[in-house]
């Protein structure tokens, strides 16, 4: 058994270009109901590209909005946050996806209702896969392409991460090709060690599980790591996983051992969780 991660809320490191980083997929207006009463933007290939972005490291986001201004707002707050937008298509009579969330006295988000617009059947372009193609890591989310990116990437060289757990479509969540993926689960430990495994077995590489709370499990085949959640006051859990995806992979990155690549992503996940949204926003 692989040694606990754990460690103390951090702040932020001071900002410095680190690696080219791009991710794919999914972003999405949050509409959160009264008492809250708020709209931010969120979605797991954007919470990603955010939290990589303030991580320090030269970051591009891949997809698709609506010509509406809910899809000028998502490219403004992109931008804003120093993530490259060359390749945020807009789409023309298009509409922007948004999510309903209700959110409980706990912190905790519930999904009320969910509208993919023109993410719905996006996929990268050719010239999208050139570029693609020279990024060191690529990180996918909600994606609608069969697993046809991720394959053309990991073929080039590229590594490659997808968050498993966000795509009900089965075509869509394979974990074959995939450098790490990572998977969502609130069961046991023996649980969470049965998806990990059941995830290398289908081709993974290295496979993370994220069990909010409960702490996260890792396993590269052999050795089991186990990550900490750390104690927090709770305001809102969306994106939380999205910003332990970003800690994680930011440490990876690095070079670092997976048992200290947990302890960063509870670190930004524990960030996360003091606000609304899956990164600071006005």
Not at 168 to 193: C, H, K, Q, V
């Amino acid at each position: 058994m692989g040694e606990t991660a754990r460690r103390e809320f951090i702040m932020p490191r001071q900002r410095r270009m680190i690696a080219r980083i791009a991710t794919v997929g999914d972003n999405c207006i949050d509409r959160y109901l009264p008492p809250i009463d708020r709209a931010l933007v969120g979605g797991n290939a954007v919470n990603v590209a955010v939290n990589l972005a303030r991580a320090g490291h030269e970051t591009a986001y891949f997809g698709a909005v609506g010509d509406d201004p809910e899809g000028r707002r998502t490219r403004e707050v992109l931008a804003s946050q120093s993530v490259d937008v060359t390749s945020l298509r807009t789409i023309a009579g298009g509409r922007t996806s948004h999510t309903v969330i209700a959110t409980g006295a706990d912190g905790d988000r519930h999904f009320v209702s969910e509208d993919f617009g023109v993410c719905r059947g996006y996929r990268p372009d050719e010239r999208d896969m050139i570029r693609l193609m020279k990024m060191r890591h690529v990180h996918i989310g909600w994606l609608d392409d069969a697993g046809i990116t991720k394959r053309a990437l990991v073929q080039a060289g590229v590594s490659v991460s997808q968050d498993l757990s966000v795509n009900a479509e089965p075509r869509n969540i394979t974990p074959d090709a995939l450098t790490i993926a990572f998977i969502s689960s609130d069961g046991s430990e023996a649980e969470a060690r049965a998806f990990a495994e059941r995830t290398l077995a289908g081709g993974a590489k290295l496979a993370v599980i994220m069990r909010g709370p409960l702490g996260s499990l890792a396993t590269s085949g052999g050795e089991f790591f186990r990550g900490a959640a750390l104690p927090v006051a709770v305001t809102d859990t969306t994106g939380a996983g999205d910003s332990f995806i970003a800690g994680f992979l930011s440490a990876h990155l690095a070079g670092r051992p997976v048992a200290e690549c947990l302890v960063e992503g509870h670190a930004a996940a524990a960030e996360t969780c003091r606000i609304f949204g899956g990164f600071a926003q006005d």
